[in-house]
């Protein structure tokens, strides 16, 4: 039961290149979120889809991009990586409305912009 | 600003002990709360879900929540090392995001 996979596990980038983080669910939930972690910070909520077709803004989202692809998968883009990106980020889904029911983890992407 | 609050610690017991960690929050509409135990280097990890006011146990861990004094609780029964890790705390609405604590740090002495 893979649950919330995330790929790639880490990157480095230098600054000002682009890439996708893929997220994949297996648990048929219908809302999907990415967060970013930073020491201190917490987690950070950058987009979310509560429903295949549909996105929304969190707290952070300037520099990020998503696509809700379908049911299962929720990808995050970095257009033009920046230092202050440097996180790790999460995927994380869960059944439902979104709020009421709780978040399943993958287990993170550790990014690096150079 | 809706927030979720919780001692970032470090709080240290000794094993076998009651480790009591603790989480107030802002928005008196969150009807929603979690905690989630987060391992050094790894992702957090679903404990316990708590609707309503009063405790919820789940084998050494209690919930407690209290939507009047807008407060969660975990207890931990008979901590053990391997409880060591940082516990996040979460508070929720129908419709709304969650607003996660920015987590406290547990160490449990052998």
């Known amino acids: 039961n893979a649950g919330v996979t995330q790929t790639p596990k880490f990157q480095v980038l230098k600054t000002g290149q682009s890439m996708t983080l893929q997220c994949a669910q297996d648990?048929?939930?219908?809302?999907m979120y990415w967060y970013r972690q930073d020491p201190g910070m917490g987690l950070r909520l950058i987009y979310y889809s509560a429903s295949e077709g549909t996105t929304d803004k969190g707290e952070v989202p300037n520099g990020y991009n998503v696509s809700r692809l379908n049911k299962r998968e929720f990808s995050l883009r970095l257009e033009s990586a920046a230092p202050s990106q440097t996180s790790v980020y999460f995927c994380a889904s869960s059944v439902g409305e979104i709020g009421n029911q709780p978040q399943h983890f993958g287990d993170g992407t550790r990014l690096s912009i150079l | 600003q809706k927030e979720v609050e919780q001692n970032s610690g470090p709080l240290s017991v000794p094993e076998g002990a009651i480790a009591s960690l603790n989480c107030t929050y802002s928005d008196r509409g969150s009807q929603s709360f979690f905690w989630y135990r987060q391992y050094s280097g790894k992702s957090p990890e679903l404990i316990m879900s708590?609707?309503?006011?009063g405790d919820k146990e789940d084998g050494r861990f209690t919930a407690q929540l209290n939507k009047a004094s807008q407060y969660v609780s975990l207890l931990i029964r008979d901590s053990q090392p391997s409880d060591s890790a940082t516990y996040l705390c979460?508070?929720?609405?129908?419709?709304?995001?969650?607003?996660f604590g920015p987590g406290t740090r547990l160490s449990v002495l052998p």
């Open positions: 708590i609707y309503s006011n």
């Open positions: 648990m048929n939930h219908n809302s």
């Open positions: 979460a508070g929720g609405n129908y419709g709304q995001n969650f607003v």
